[in-house]
């Protein structure tokens, strides 16, 4: 079982940035691949970015390439998204997620473990 304790997030005016934590702890193997996702309101939950814990190969949405940027800790266990050059359309929950075959995937299906959540609201 893995647990993911997200942080980071609030409000920031477009144009902005923001940095989300995901701390893992519990039976995390390093052929995972750590997961964002995020949600707005009235829509399907999207894929945003991933990383392979073990080889570091990274995923982006088209969405957020060049301004995005996901990234690891490994002495800590966590797993970082940080947003620069922030939209109103990229106001939304965003989730960290673990997907325990490393197979880094874009679909939310293939994610076994989920973080709580936390909101980003950007402003125009």
């Known amino acids: 079982q893995v647990q993911l304790v997200q942080s980071g997030g609030g409000l920031v005016q477009a144009g902005g940035s923001l940095r989300l934590s995901c701390a893992a702890s519990?039976?995390?193997?390093?052929?995972?691949?750590m997961g964002w996702f995020r949600q707005a309101p009235g829509k399907e939950r999207e894929f945003v970015a991933a990383?392979?814990?073990?080889?570091?190969?990274?995923w982006y949405a088209d969405s957020v390439k060049g301004r995005f940027a996901i990234s690891k800790d490994n002495a800590k266990n966590t797993v970082y998204l940080q947003m620069n050059s922030l939209k109103p359309e990229d106001t939304a929950v965003y989730y960290c997620?673990?997907?325990?075959?490393?197979?880094?995937?874009?679909?939310?299906?293939?994610?076994?473990?989920w973080g709580q959540g936390t909101q980003v609201t950007v402003s125009s």
């Open positions: 997620a673990a997907d325990k075959r490393g197979a880094g995937s874009m679909k939310s299906d293939d994610y076994d473990y």
């Open positions: 519990g039976r995390a193997y390093s052929w995972y691949t």
């Open positions: 990383i392979r814990w073990s080889t570091g190969t990274l």
